[in-house]
């Protein structure tokens, strides 16, 4: 029995040591390479107060501000929010600044000309016909979506890219009529439709039959990334209104590498002294408790540098590390509750195991029922707050859910098992003889 303990006790540790490699450091196996939780490209996302960046505020250019709704901003700052995915500004936060004012900090950015061209741009495609009367727009009430592809758009022509769009069906009823109306008017040379971007024809396709699809292509001047633009902006939406930037402005870092690199020691410091302190004040379980630590941590960053969720990562800002400074203290609080209630079933002459099993069975109401209120204010932190609060609350939930995770679990685990080691010495659980006398 005590080698099937001992056996489970090395196999889990093997597993947290090899998690806390990989989160420290670069792995390469054959051809599969796993970067560091600390690479600046694919490890966690660094914010604007670590990294630098540009700060955009956008307003509507209009002529009468006092004009413009609160659904209209609404709107433009979620197709901001999705333009901003699609070219990959995911790490960049938006704030509402006034009542006409949206504010965009992207961070770690090599081009913010080039990102207010994109934030920016109106995005109005348009279908006329030979008249030049719209015949429908590129609303979602008609386009559903748009993708870039490359290849042959006829039999005869050779690859280019272009950007094909989905029409919604009753984007399709409206093209129908559309082409049926151009093929009646062959006889006047006016059989063709034109599919204009932002006011500009991009092309004047001749129609000869009647064309009933859900799908219809944009031809243009295009190379990969012109095509991908233009597929993203129009997926996006369009925007109520054109905005101009009222504010542009690159900011260094708050907090430089230096003083990133500085804060680190001190978070490692700190954490360094929690487990020599665990360790001398509940020995056994103190060693277990720094084991679940090290875990916890390694998950941690995993998690932020999205390891397990490839499409999730963190941006970590000064707020986001004092979020996991502090998770990391809820972490260790939640075993000193769990150790003391243990400490005090072995004051009452129970046996090792018994005070084992029933010290995380009285102690666990009372860790869940912290955790859960740090959980909620996390979460009111997450929809209420914007910009570095966010950071904040994100990685406070992300730790305090993973400590539930190693405290109650992982370290009841381990300990179970030192417990089958056959070490029997109240002492070596951290009860002191003489308080006992």
């Not at 001047?221 to 101009?244: E, M, R």
């Amino acid at each position: 029995m005590k080698a099937k303990n001992v056996i489970s006790f090395l196999l889990v540790v093997v597993l947290i040591v090899a998690f806390a490699y990989v989160a420290a450091f670069d792995v390469k196996i054959g051809n599969i390479e796993i970067p560091s939780t600390f690479d600046k490209e694919k490890g966690i996302k660094q914010g604007l107060d670590l990294v630098g960046g540009s700060i955009i505020v956008f307003e509507p250019d209009v002529k009468d501000l006092s004009k413009v709704t609160a659904d209209e901003m609404g709107s433009a700052e979620s197709i901001i929010r999705a333009r901003l995915d699609a070219e990959g500004y995911s790490e960049a936060t938006i704030s509402r600044q006034g009542e006409t004012g949206i504010r965009v900090e992207i961070p770690n950015i090599d081009d913010p000309q080039k990102a207010i061209e994109m934030i920016g741009a109106t995005a109005k495609l348009e279908f006329l016909n030979a008249d030049g009367n719209v015949i429908m727009d590129g609303s979602k009430d008609y386009v559903s979506g748009a993708v870039s592809k490359y290849g042959p758009i006829s039999e005869t022509s050779g690859n280019q890219y272009y950007v094909q769009l989905s029409l919604t069906s009753d984007g399709q009823k409206k093209f129908k009529a559309a082409t049926e109306a151009a093929v009646a008017a062959i006889g006047e040379n006016k059989n063709y439709i034109s599919i204009a971007l932002d006011g500009e024809v991009q092309m004047s396709p001749t129609v000869e039959v009647v064309i009933d699809s859900d799908t219809c292509i944009i031809t243009g001047d295009y190379d990969a990334d012109g095509a991908q633009a233009v597929a993203n902006l129009i997926s996006s939406g369009q925007l109520p209104f054109s905005l101009k930037d009222a504010e542009l402005r690159s900011v260094g870092p708050t907090l430089g590498s230096e003083a990133l690199d500085t804060s680190l020691m001190a978070a490692l410091i700190g954490i360094l002294l929690v487990m020599l302190f665990m360790l001398i004040v509940y020995r056994l379980p103190g060693l277990v408790a720094n084991v679940s630590l090290i875990a916890y941590i390694s998950l941690v960053t995993l998690i932020m540098a999205g390891f397990f969720f490839t499409d999730f990562r963190v941006t970590l800002t000064l707020p986001g590390i004092a979020g996991v400074i502090l998770s990391i203290g809820m972490a260790v609080d939640a075993n000193v509750v769990i150790f003391e209630r243990i400490k005090d079933e072995l004051r009452s002459g129970k046996s090792v195991g018994a005070a084992v099993n029933a010290g995380f069975k009285r102690a666990l109401t009372a860790v869940i029922d912290s955790n859960i209120t740090t959980v909620i204010a996390s979460v009111v932190l997450y929809l209420f707050g914007t910009g570095t609060v966010k950071s904040f609350a994100v990685t406070l939930f992300i730790g305090i859910v993973v400590s539930m995770l190693t405290a109650v679990t992982l370290t009841k685990f381990l300990l179970k098992q030192m417990v089958g080691f056959g070490i029997k010495n109240p002492a070596l659980y951290g009860v002191s003889k003489r308080r006992d006398a």
